[in-house]
């Protein structure tokens, strides 16, 4: 339902002052759209029957609806002739609260911030630099029960405001995703990816990512590396995840929300609430190829990751065995990230059948990669039953090696090895890993300790793996040796200068090196002469 206060039509304008940017509102007077309360035994209920069919994770309520800053909402005036657009939405018992805009184009001097209701916790700034060929934006959780909208925009470009952003979803949370005690707990068998076992797959672990989708569905996928190396987002996940050409847009992927800290595996603070934070995140994709026998999906991200969160591409192999025991890594239940040790995987029809010996999976787990014992993708998460407790086993779809040919909407190949190389692995590519060196960049007379592919894109000149700016002179002082007094010129004063130690043995004047000051000295000055 709508409520509205007296002021939920009125346009504000206030007088400029000098303070450079106006209050925000008080809560009370902001309009606000309230959702219904979630009825957490049903959703648990239905969460149940959903798990037994192999549907994805729920872990939110979504609330259709149609919100324009037209229509919503309460504008103000702000100095510098800007304009600001403020609503907020409300679930009374939720945990969390994201949102769907299915019209998202924000003009250049525009930016939407969505915050909780106390303004501490914000999502980082949504800009034009946000907006995507598929015209959506979906956003990552605010850990409240309320959600605040916020766009500020000049005032020339205030109705573009009014026609090109609509809130069509709000999605409020009942489980996983929270910062206090409720949030995402896992099974304390499970294995934080910063514990020692994790030490030999830290190329991979930063692959791997926890997603929403559609606002109230989660699961697990990873970045996976293509032949051109190019750094293509692709994003490799399970088909049954539900990430269609419709919904593509709305996936949010969240990167590094791991534990800082080894929790015990087995102790109850493993299974207990982790401290990761969900603050990396990129939003938005483009389906690419989805089948599903071997239960895969591989969409394309509208972005690719900031490169400072050190994302990796993971490799990936074709062949028919996993060469040993591998690994997986995964979220369970939205919790921070785990890996996982089989004692067997094996193929069977178009899964590999993997029983664990360390670690386990859990819902939410769905979609995240299994690795063979040569650290590559051999496939996704599809289903099973193991759980702390159990020994049952998991199922993966072989999708890298049988779904590799065939048509482009349904198979790998097209999109992992555009090359056409016909190569049977691919090894992990980690920008982070690749040694830095010196880049002497000229224009800007700096030098940076950087990866080469950075000094290159920035216009410098790389000079060498291991090289620093600190033993590194990238703009020496000119070879002068006719400028004799070091005033960068070689002019009268130079001549005038060995002129007065004429026929001395004096170094300092002997320009050209012949062991006496004297008229050659003077035909290398005239020969110089300018600035050096």
């Excluded at 800007?444 to 410098?460: F, M, S």
Aim: hydrophobic share 30%; proline share 5%; glycine share 10%.
């Amino acid at each position: 339902m709508e409520i509205y206060s007296m002021f939920s039509t009125l346009l504000i304008t206030t007088i400029c002052t000098a303070a450079p940017m106006q209050e925000r509102l008080p809560l009370e007077i902001i309009p606000v759209q309230v959702v219904e309360s979630i009825d957490y035994a049903l959703q648990f209920a239905q969460d149940e029957g959903r798990e037994k069919a192999g549907l994805p994770l729920r872990f939110a309520k979504p609330n259709t609806t149609s919100v324009t800053p037209a229509t919503h909402g309460i504008w103000e005036g702000l100095p510098e002739n800007k304009m600001r657009w403020t609503y907020r939405v409300l679930c009374d018992n939720a945990l969390s609260m994201n949102l769907g805009f299915e019209r998202f184009t924000m003009p250049e001097s525009g930016s939407m911030t969505v915050m909780d209701e106390s303004a501490h916790i914000q999502i980082r700034p949504f800009t034009a630099n946000d907006n995507n060929d598929h015209g959506e934006l979906w956003t990552p959780i605010i850990p409240s029960n309320q959600a605040v909208i916020e766009i500020v925009v000049d005032r020339r470009d205030q109705k573009n405001v009014m026609r090109n952003v609509e809130l069509t979803s709000i999605n409020a949370g009942y489980r996983g995703f929270k910062v206090d005690g409720q949030r995402g707990l896992s099974g304390s068998c499970n294995i934080d990816v910063v514990c020692s076992e994790g030490d030999d797959w830290w190329d991979e672990i930063p692959s791997v990512g926890v997603y929403t989708l559609n606002g109230y569905l989660t699961c697990t996928g990873a970045m996976i590396n293509n032949t051109a190396q190019d750094l293509t987002p692709y994003f490799l996940t399970a088909n049954h995840c539900g990430v269609t050409s419709s919904s593509d847009a709305s996936i949010v992927v969240y990167w590094n929300h791991q534990n800082s800290y080894c929790r015990t595996p087995g102790s109850s603070d493993s299974g207990g609430n982790g401290n990761g934070n969900y603050s990396q995140f990129t939003s938005g994709s483009t389906m690419r190829a989805t089948r599903s026998y071997t239960d895969f999906t591989l969409t394309e991200l509208s972005s690719a990751p900031n490169s400072n969160w050190g994302v990796s591409w993971s490799g990936w192999s074709r062949a028919s065995s996993t060469n040993g025991t591998g690994a997986g890594i995964h979220h369970p239940s939205t919790a921070e990230k785990r890996i996982s040790f089989p004692d067997y995987s094996s193929a069977s029809g178009e899964y590999w059948n993997v029983n664990w010996s360390q670690g386990t999976t859990e819902p939410g787990s769905s979609g995240s990669p299994l690795y063979d014992s040569n650290h590559r993708i051999v496939g996704q998460l599809c289903c099973g039953a193991a759980a702390c407790g159990n020994d049952a086993n998991d199922y993966y779809g072989r999708s890298i090696g049988l779904s590799w040919s065939g048509s482009s909407s349904s198979s790998l190949s097209a999109w992992l090895d555009p090359t056409g190389s016909n190569v049977s692995y691919l090894d992990t590519y980690n920008p982070a890993a690749e040694p830095e060196g010196a880049c002497c960049i000229e224009a800007a007379q700096a030098c940076l300790d950087t990866r080469e592919t950075n000094c290159i894109a920035g216009g410098g000149i790389y000079q060498g793996d291991n090289t620093t700016c600190a033993a590194t002179d990238c703009f020496p002082e000119p070879d002068c040796p006719s400028d004799v007094n070091s005033d960068g010129m070689t002019n009268v004063s130079d001549i005038l200068a060995v002129v007065s130690a004429w026929g001395t043995t004096d170094p300092d004047y002997d320009v050209d090196g012949s062991g006496v000051v004297g008229v050659s000295d003077l035909l290398v000055i005239i020969d110089a002469w300018g600035p050096c």
